[in-house]
């Protein structure tokens, strides 16, 4: 896809994908046993373990879990944040860290703001992925009110500009480079990475795959348990019965 499409394709996307998955097909997977934990490698720490997949996720924990999650997430969805808040640590310490879960999370990209908050999520690579990730989302109303605090005249400007110029620019308007800088990741890394036509791309691949893979996908967050998409699992109070079930806990 020329990279010119790229803002085209994603905003008609963005128009039938809210922040908001409460919807969905779901017939959970039930483990016919328990499934006792798996220890790591070594005395290793599964938490640690991170790759990316085929698919453009990146996947924490066991490669060979038994039971797989997939969250679907955008970096501008108040929803996924909320659900980072309060789902992530007890997904990864109670499930993942015991080998019995994987955890993958792949990018849907929603809006212009959402693409460079993702370029600079996974600029890094498997190794701060999930780091950056977290980091954006618990800083989410921050950054997203300095982007708001933009006159509307310049954001009008900001939206005729060539893409790679204006993922750069919403980048220092949002004061990504620093944030990223101040956490690892330099900042002539990330100017590289806000103007990787390969890495849009991607990432636009990605809502395509998401959409055509699970009809009716209802936006963000979604979760998908052993392949199935679950309906109503917005937040942890929900989603987490369905992983014990799952684990035959």
């Not at 499934?35 to 453009?56: C, H, L, Q």
């Not at 909320?82 to 990018?107: C, H, M, T």
């Not at 460079?116 to 950056?132: Q, V």
């Amino acid at each position: 896809m020329k990279l010119m499409h790229i803002l085209t394709a994603t905003v008609a996307i963005f128009a039938s994908a809210a922040c908001n998955a409460e919807k969905g097909s779901d017939s959970t997977t039930v483990s016919s046993a328990p499934i006792k934990p798996i220890a790591a490698p070594n005395g290793g720490d599964w938490s640690e373990m991170v790759s990316e997949t085929p698919e453009g996720g990146f996947v924490m924990g066991n490669p060979s879990a038994p039971v797989k999650l997939v969250e679907y997430g955008s970096m501008t969805c108040p929803h996924c944040a909320a659900f980072d808040e309060e789902g992530a640590k007890p997904l990864i310490d109670k499930y993942v860290k015991s080998g019995q879960v994987s955890f993958e999370f792949r990018n849907y990209v929603r809006d212009p703001y959402d693409i460079t908050a993702t370029l600079i999520a996974r600029c890094g690579g498997p190794t701060s992925f999930f780091g950056l990730t977290r980091g954006l989302f618990s800083e989410q109303d921050e950054w997203i009110a300095k982007l708001q605090q933009v006159p509307p005249e310049q954001q009008q400007a900001l939206m005729a500009m060539p893409p790679q110029q204006q993922f750069s620019s919403i980048a220092q308007l949002a004061g990504f480079s620093q944030w990223a800088a101040m956490r690892g990741l330099p900042s002539a890394k990330s100017a590289a990475c806000l103007a990787d036509e390969a890495a849009m791309t991607k990432l636009v691949q990605m809502n395509s795959d998401a959409t055509s893979q699970y009809p009716g996908f209802p936006g963000t967050p979604t979760f998908i348990l052993n392949g199935t998409m679950l309906e109503n699992t917005a937040n942890w109070q929900a989603l987490e019965p369905k992983l014990r079930a799952a684990v035959g806990a």
